[in-house]
């Protein structure tokens, strides 16, 4: 099994572009995160979703959107990319289960100049 | 809120136990957990505690927990250089699906 795959592995965006980042997981697990890494800052939940078709805010979602069209795949979305949002993008997954077990992928490390 | 707090930074020498420590706030957490992360890859679950052990002990790694406290912390006994990593303290409150981590301790095992 693959588990979470994220794509790209780096980006450099100029400000005020967009881009999306992908990720896709074969464990057919509900559970999807979003989170961003900051030196120093531990990690920062952006959105969530418990399902297909349903996503949720999580600590800093301004300035990022979601979609959850299905249980695999979890793609974050960056409109009018700022510098604030250079950082290291996690993508998580997980099932529900009395351990609530997170399966991250390697992330994307994404530069706004 | 919720909050997770660790030093940032530890170095022991290889063969000597290292101990990274974590406090947190939400005495509902259900579970605990370390997560380790090698650079430049994510996250990996190394172990977890359930809120009504005292102790947890897997192989080098020990976990204890004093809920009194709110305290956390991981044992890696006989240090060595494939231990040099950043570890993650996270909390999971009741059922909910965030979870709260902290800032990160990042080992340094030194010859």
């Known amino acids: 099994n693959a588990g979470v795959t994220q794509t790209p592995k780096f980006r450099i965006l100029k400000i005020g572009q967009s881009m999306t980042l992908q990720c896709t997981q074969d464990?057919?697990?509900?559970?999807m995160y979003w989170y961003r890494q900051d030196p120093g800052m531990g990690l920062k939940l952006i959105y969530y979703?418990?399902?297909?078709?349903?996503?949720d805010k999580g600590e800093v979602p301004n300035g990022y959107n979601v979609s959850r069209s299905t249980t695999e795949d979890f793609p974050l979305r960056l409109e009018l990319a700022a510098p604030s949002q250079t950082s290291v993008y996690f993508c998580?997954?997980?099932?529900?289960?009395?351990?609530?077990?997170?399966?991250f992928g390697a992330g994307s490390r994404l530069t706004v100049l | 809120g919720e909050d997770v707090e660790q030093s940032l930074f530890l170095s022991v020498r290889e063969g000597d136990s290292s101990v990274i420590n974590c406090t947190y706030t939400?005495?509902?957490?259900?579970?605990l957990y370390w997560y380790k992360q090698e650079p430049g890859a994510g996250l990996q679950l190394l172990t977890y505690?359930?809120?009504?052990?005292d102790m947890k002990q897997d192989q080098r790694l020990t976990v204890l927990l004093n809920k009194k406290d709110k305290h956390l912390s991981l044992r890696i006994a006989d240090t060595q250089t494939g231990d040099s990593a950043i570890y993650f303290c996270?909390?999971?409150?009741?059922?909910?699906?965030?979870?709260?981590f902290g800032p990160g301790t990042r080992l340094s095992v030194l010859p």
């Open positions: 998580a997954s997980s099932r529900t289960g009395a351990v609530n077990v997170l399966t």
């Open positions: 464990m057919n697990h509900n559970y």
């Open positions: 979703s418990v399902g297909a078709g349903i996503t």
């Open positions: 939400d005495s509902s957490s259900t579970y």
């Open positions: 505690i359930f809120s009504n052990m």
């Open positions: 996270a909390e999971s409150p009741s059922k909910g699906q965030n979870f709260v």
